[in-house]
């Protein structure tokens, strides 16, 4: 008899369980697809048809829904931005999940009529930093710095130091950004030294705010100046200061003295600052804007406000970071070297690996300069494609023809997991 007779029936493939399991998880067409992949192999004698029924079961549950596939840091960089900056807290998540259907974000369930969108968010930050009079969440920093500089700007020059006018990644410039908008950027200063009066000579009637830019990315050491917030608000005679933090710490964190906090900022003189929601704060992609409530409703105001503002998953992420328990990337930061060396211990002995001193990294959030003493599993560094590879995929650190798994940035209910990688790759190299 023909073997391909043997081939189960498309109409029973499709109407079993795992099938339609999936088919509400990945829809008709995926499943479809998979299902006839899995038939052609069968006719063309790649499959035995006794095996159709659970490589379709096993291809079917392999599917995610969408393409990004869950990675586990193991690279030690608390804020990475190849795996989407911060991963965001359980409490978090859990308010993506609910705030994904149809939910109030603009209306009052008890009067039936129109609310104010993202209330509750702005709250939650006003709460965090009482420093502020007033907040606005927009789509991301960049979105954040564009606004402010159009809306305080448009027509007239944003006065900044060279020494602050950075590349913020992937070929962006922020003095590209801000001339992108109507407003003139007027550069003052040097790259490594800005004086008070570089700042007088060009303040007056074209002048439409005053911008200070963390540079975040990078530090300038030795013959170095700059013109703190205090100078700034004096020289700007009540024409807005805005600083563009970068990081979004809320209050100074004692591990990281040399990243300004938005508190400190707002106390010293500056109007308005803006911040990534995503960096060290620990949140969903967003641009938060903190500070003097009048110009805070100036931005809210203009135009270019609807064209960068949040969603409702980000406004119900944001809340939820800013009101439940501590950001992953808080722990990661604050995470005890004693115990990362244990996690690391109890997974290396199985496999007779070495464990090592390795300093994780805050990360495409900032602070360059500050390692993060802790350690990490040594690996062949021909594991680390293989680690990369699986499932799920673990990314170690590839340095000085060693893989370096480093526990930070894996939650700890996740060692496990490790482990089970570890076994396999190892089974495989
Ligand atoms: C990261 C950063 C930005 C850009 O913020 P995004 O949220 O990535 O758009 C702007 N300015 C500074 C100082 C930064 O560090």
Not at 215 to 237: H, I, K, M, Y
């Amino acid at each position: 008899m023909d073997p391909r007779r043997r081939i189960p029936r498309t109409d029973v493939l499709l109407a079993s369980a795992p099938v339609v399991e999936a088919r509400t998880r990945l829809g008709e067409r995926r499943v479809r697809a998979i299902v006839d992949g899995v038939l052609d192999d069968a006719r063309s004698g790649a499959l035995e048809p006794e095996e159709v029924v659970d490589v379709v079961a096993d291809r079917l549950a392999r599917q995610r829904s969408s393409q990004l596939r869950p990675v586990l840091n193991a690279t030690g960089v608390v804020v990475h931005t190849n795996l989407g900056r911060a991963p965001l807290s359980t409490a978090a998540m859990a308010a993506v999940h609910d705030a994904a259907g149809y939910v109030d974000v603009e209306l009052d369930l008890a009067t039936g009529t129109r609310s104010k969108r993202g209330v509750a968010a702005r709250q939650a930050l006003l709460a965090a930093c009482p420093a502020a009079e007033s907040a606005l969440v927009v789509n991301n920093g960049a979105a954040a710095l564009v606004l402010a500089t159009t809306a305080l700007a448009t027509g007239r020059e944003v006065v900044v130091s060279r020494g602050e006018l950075i590349e913020i990644g992937a070929g962006f410039r922020l003095p590209d950004l801000i001339a992108s908008t109507g407003a003139r950027l007027r550069e003052v200063g040097t790259t490594n030294r800005t004086h008070p009066r570089d700042y007088a000579d060009v303040i007056g009637p074209l002048t439409g705010c005053l911008l200070k830019i963390h540079p975040s990315n990078f530090r300038v050491e030795g013959f170095t100046s700059g013109v703190d917030l205090t100078q700034l608000r004096e020289l700007a005679g009540g024409l807005p200061v805005v600083y563009d933090l970068g990081s979004g710490l809320l209050h100074p964190d004692p591990l990281l003295p040399d990243e300004p906090d938005a508190t400190t900022a707002l106390t010293e003189g500056a109007d308005l600052v803006i911040a990534s929601g995503d960096k060290l704060l620990g949140g969903p992609q967003a641009g938060i804007l903190l500070g003097r409530a009048d110009l805070i409703d100036r931005l809210s105001r203009h135009p270019l406000a609807r064209a960068v503002r949040v969603d409702k998953l980000t406004l119900a992420a944001l809340e939820a970071t800013l009101t439940g328990p501590l950001a992953p990337v808080t722990a990661a930061l604050h995470a005890d070297a004693d115990e990362l060396r244990t996690r690391c211990e109890r997974i290396a002995v199985e496999f007779g690996l070495d464990v090592v001193p390795h300093d994780g990294r805050v990360g495409g959030g900032g602070a360059p300069g500050v390692p993060l003493p802790g350690w990490a599993i040594r690996l062949p560094e021909r594991l680390a494609p293989v680690l990369r590879a699986g499932d799920p995929a673990v990314l170690t650190r590839v340095h000085d023809g060693a893989g370096l798994l480093d526990l930070r940035c894996v939650p700890i209910g996740d060692d496990e997991r490790v482990a089970a990688a570890l076994r396999t790759a190892l089974a495989e190299v």
